[in-house]
DNA sequence: ACAAATTTAGACAGGCTTGTCCAATTCGTC
DNA sequence: GACGAATTGGACAAGCCTGTCTAAATTTGT
């Protein structure tokens, strides 16, 4: 409780405080407003301090803007990374760790704050900062999808799956994961847990009936249990 | 030729023409800018008529904006069930036939200035409008995907794949089927032809991968053809 | 406790946008 | 060719927003 950084109650914050408050309070603005519609009053009321001090710490709106989206790139991309250190390399149920970590993925990269917040940045005003976002792209998606192929590829090495090309198999696990969130997603919603559960467990099986190894020589696919 | 309704020349064009002109122009700006960046002398120069003019049209902003969505979900919505038509229900080659569905599909449906407007529109506006766009949801997704589950459905009986729910088996033959296109769609871009046809073909084989019926006993998936 | 730095509230100019009004012109139709 | 309807261009008020400036109050560091 050195420097009191607690949420946003009473008691003064620092200057450094203030400066992710506006950004943070910048974001949600930015996001519900998009950038024409977005007021700098009501960015500064709510992030509890006066309109100069958002002068102060960032110059002028779009310098604001950029400071957001290069914030929320970086938060994301760690927490990306963050969750990639815990897929299953070496799975003991293939099916349930994938699924589980494809939570994890939703839950803490896609879902969250940052990561709604980012996707309807890009989407909304990506054509009007052509590098700012080329950027992104390179940092995000970029290594996020390599990195994630990688993964694919030593689990196919190692005979726990069979695929042709990772990088594929890559974009199409993160499509099959999401494939039930996707309306949600674009009316800027917040999927439940069960819905993100229930979105993984479909995706992973779907993913497993086509690069799975055959183990079972039963009935590859009982009926879904989430319908 | 009859009224001369040639596209956007010099001759003057009718009454019905320049509403059609100005909703088209009004989407097109709306997209570029956001709503709250929309100009209504931009959309009146970019739709070749008086300012005044599209004060008569359309009354004010929002209901012209209301006017665009709503024209946008009616066309799309009317493509999509046209592009059902050509479902392949009797397939000779299914793999060819649904490759070939899903890129008319993305082609005439999802790609096409239509599609991504109404997407661009959804995704930024959509928590503005709430009943609007619950609208487009019923009337689009909702029926979209129905439909699509029932073709699935039928091939499922008459013996070419082996689905479990053909709800999830439609969303994620779409999500398939778009997984390498997200990120072209994210920032508004438009893919070329060639990169649909690679999305569609690697999506159709995991597709059929995961629900088609095992025919040949060798190795399942060959390298796939486009890297 | 004191000095420096930061923050605040408010006023302010300048610019832009929406929506209205109107007179002059053009268009469609008979 | 003539009439009524639609269109045009421009002026206009009202409101909103950005970005600057100021003087007073507050906080921070020492």
Redesign the pocket.
């Known amino acids: 409780m050195k420097h009191?950084v607690s949420p946003d109650t009473f008691p003064?914050?620092?200057?450094e405080a203030?400066?992710v408050s506006v950004v943070d309070a910048a974001a949600s603005v930015f996001c519900r407003e998009g950038y024409a519609?977005?007021?700098?009053?009501?960015?500064?009321a709510e992030a509890?301090?006066?309109?100069?001090?958002?002068?102060?710490?960032h110059?002028?709106?779009?310098k604001?803007f950029v400071a957001v989206v290069r914030d929320l790139t970086e938060r994301c991309n760690a927490g990306i990374f963050a969750t990639f250190a815990t897929f299953p390399d070496q799975p003991t149920n293939l099916e349930a760790d994938l699924v589980a970590f494809a939570v994890r993925m939703n839950r803490n990269c896609i879902c969250n704050r940052d990561g709604r917040f980012l996707r309807k940045l890009i989407q909304a005003e990506g054509e009007r900062y052509p590098e700012l976002f080329a950027e992104w792209r390179e940092q995000g998606p970029g290594r996020t999808w390599s990195a994630l192929a990688a993964r694919f590829a030593r689990l196919a090495f190692a005979g726990h799956l069979s695929i042709g090309d990772p990088d594929v198999a890559a974009r199409q696990f993160l499509a099959l994961v999401n494939a039930e969130l996707q309306i949600t997603f674009m009316l800027g919603g917040v999927p439940t847990e069960e819905e993100v559960l229930r979105s993984a467990t479909n995706g992973v099986r779907t993913f497993l009936g086509a690069f799975g190894r055959k183990k079972s020589p039963a009935g590859k696919q009982a009926a879904l249990v989430h319908a």
């Open positions: 009191g003064p914050r620092s200057h203030k400066r519609g977005a007021n700098i009053d009501l960015i500064a509890g301090v006066s309109r100069q001090t958002v002068y102060n710490h110059g002028d709106k779009e604001l």
